[in-house]
């Protein structure tokens, strides 16, 4: 625990501007990020007695090693600057929301060739528009199922498209009218994108118009006697109101806002928003945090429009947010929000009328999501601690493993060797500290020698970021360990335990790595699969824990995520390694001529008895490049025949160059060349 005073700045380094400020522990680690409209009056507040701090701030100061902050000309300027430095280094102190859940969009892509409606979730791409975001996704197929009658838009992916292009015949939405089928010419691409935008003007609100119409044309139609058409016309009608309910009008006047209510306790914080678009509800999103700082219901309240608003851009951003308390000052952030969407944008508390009743319903979502969180999460936090405690206790710790990393070996009889480390910190699975290694050192397997390997490398990294003198590494690799401003980019924090997948000897192989490296202040133990058994170093037994121990629990949990982390890692590599071509040693060959070339000539077989004056019909392709393909295809020794081993069949190359299919089981092709899962299993 360090003492503030120690790296307090001397009496008038701080300026009297406003700022961005940082603060590192011991590691270099950011644990904290702030801003302040005055950096010298805001950093003052933390070097003052720590009996009148919050407990937090406390904690967080004491953590810290250093401080360090970057002057700005604005307010606005400190908000970006704040953001983008919390996503970037991720501290631990900061208010971070977790967001409960992926919440699905219904998405319009405008930017393809012929708009495709589809569900989509992440983050969102340039062209496309976006309509939610909806609870579940089966909410979005209910509502797309109705309109498709009356708005027919291709919903098929691009394979089915292009199959259906390529056969002349549609799929079955284009046989039962809920798709215009334009990959079969039905209508044109103009007319399909007419058809995509009467969609998103629907579900943008625009609504009155398009059933003014449709009844218009239901009365025409009775009145010219064609009942079959007006009864059509009727039941798009009831299709299109049946769509409208499932959102009803909340808000007048078709008002676009987001409305923003907090809970909270003096431990936790929950958010909810209800986004409003055409005066109707579009969709509801949740988020709670851990309060590790002393903050109001305004700080909270701008904490969760930077992470609502960070990363949109136009309409993204309403022309209205409602939130229960103002950031103070309020400027800054509205000129932010302004920036973003690219007008004016209104930040207020609604006092009166239908906004004010529909915010006191966003606020009590709040409250019961937090109390349905709480309810969760004292449950979890109990059994949790006890399964640290239960570890501490069976493998003679100084203190519970608030941080374990583990590692497992993984290929498939002995090539492709690969390894995976993950990460738990207080029981929980912090993925973005996941890394991934490629046995380098030796060929073949040998999971003992990986295991020593692995546990070499990772450390010798740490060792180089604790010591920075570069005894552990030469210069360049410890130059990449540093950004320019010396952030630590990876394997920059120690693990308290280190668990291996195996028995006794990855345990001391594990062991003796570290030894080599003189570390001696980490626990090392291994999981043996069959009995579950925990290893020790130079211990001639195991330690056998209790099936019902929460301790053990965790400990599978661990392995088998690592297990689950490597294993991905490997059949990656080998289905990368499967799908090699000889075009790939080609030098200066790129992704689109090799994929003219397959085109041009059907295959990598008829590609190599092609002549150079054959080759140089491919357009893109010069005599100098198709000689150098001709050399490189002479030189790679050709594919042996994929055989159906069913039949006995020799199967021909396929159009990409990829060998034929042959038979696993009768009726069941499998890739040629692939491996056989019977034939070995991957560790």
Known sequence: MADPSSYRPRPGEIPDSPGVYRFRDEHRRVIYVGKAKSLRQRLANYFQDLAG????????????????????????????????????????????????????????????????????????????????????????????????????????????????????????????????????????????????????????????????????????????????????????????????????????????????????????????????????????????????????????????????????????????????????????????????????VSLRIPQRGDKKSLMETVARNAQQSL????????????????????????????????????????????????????????????????????????EGQDDVRSMHEVITRRFRRYLAEKEKTGEWTDGDELRDLKDDEGRPKRFAYPPQLVVVDGGQPQVAAAKKALDELGIDDIAVCGLAKRLEEVWLPDDEDPVVLPRTSEGLYLLQRVRDEAHRFAITYQRAKRAKRFRASPLDDVPGLGETRKQALIKHFGSVKKLRSATIDQICEVPGIGRKTAETIAVALAQAAPAAPAVNTATGEIMEDMEDGTPGTTAGAPGEPVPAGAPDERRGQET
Not at 199 to 216: C, P, Q, V
Not at 379 to 407: F, G, K, M, V, W
Request: charged residues 30%.
């Open 53 to 344: 701090l919050h407990p937090r701030t406390r904690t967080m100061v004491t953590t810290a090693a250093s401080v360090e902050w970057t002057v700005v000309s604005t307010e606005v300027e400190a908000l970006q600057l704040e953001y983008s430095w919390i996503k970037e280094y991720d501290p631990r102190f900061n208010v971070k929301y977790r967001d409960d859940k992926s919440y699905p969009y219904l998405a319009v892509t405008m930017n393809e060739e012929y708009p495709r409606v589809q569900v989509m979730r992440g983050h969102k791409k340039k062209g496309v528009r976006y309509f939610g975001p909806y609870g579940h996704a089966w909410a979005i197929r209910d509502t797309v199922d109705l309109l498709l009658r009356v708005f027919p838009v291709r919903t098929c992916s691009a394979g089915v498209f292009k199959n259906a292009a390529r056969t002349g015949r549609p799929c079955l939405l284009g046989y039962i009218g809920k798709c215009s089928a334009p990959c079969v010419g039905r209508v044109s691409e103009e007319e399909h994108r007419e058809l995509a935008e009467e969609f998103s003007d629907f579900m943008a609100g625009r609504t009155g118009t398009y059933i003014r119409r449709l009844e218009k044309q239901m009365t025409d139609a009775a009145e010219e006697m064609e009942y079959e058409r007006a009864a059509r016309l009727r039941d798009d009608i009831e299709a299109l109101k049946k769509a409208m309910e499932k959102s009803a009008v909340v808000l007048a006047d078709a008002t676009d806002a987001d409305l923003i209510a907090v809970a909270e306790d003096e431990l936790e914080a929950a958010v909810q928003i209800f986004h409003v678009r055409g005066g109707r509800v579009r969709g509801q999103r949740g988020w709670v945090t851990d309060k590790v700082e002393d903050v109001t219901t305004a700080a909270l309240v701008e904490h969760a429009l930077q992470q609502l608003y960070g990363e949109e851009r136009g309409d993204s951003v309403p022309k209205e947010v409602l939130v229960p308390a103002l950031p103070d000052p309020v400027e800054p952030v509205q000129e932010w929000l302004t920036d973003r969407r690219g007008a004016n």
């Open 371 to 442: 109390i349905l969180h709480k309810t969760k999460r004292a449950s979890d936090l109990t059994t949790r601690s006890r399964a640290l405690e239960e570890i501490s206790e069976a493998l003679d710790l100084d203190s519970a493993p608030l941080r374990i990393e583990c590692y497992d070996i993984s290929h498939l009889q002995g090539d492709d060797v690969v390894a995976s480390m993950v990460v738990f910190e207080d029981g929980l699975s912090r993925k973005s500290e996941y890394r991934r290694f490629q046995i380098k050192g030796f």
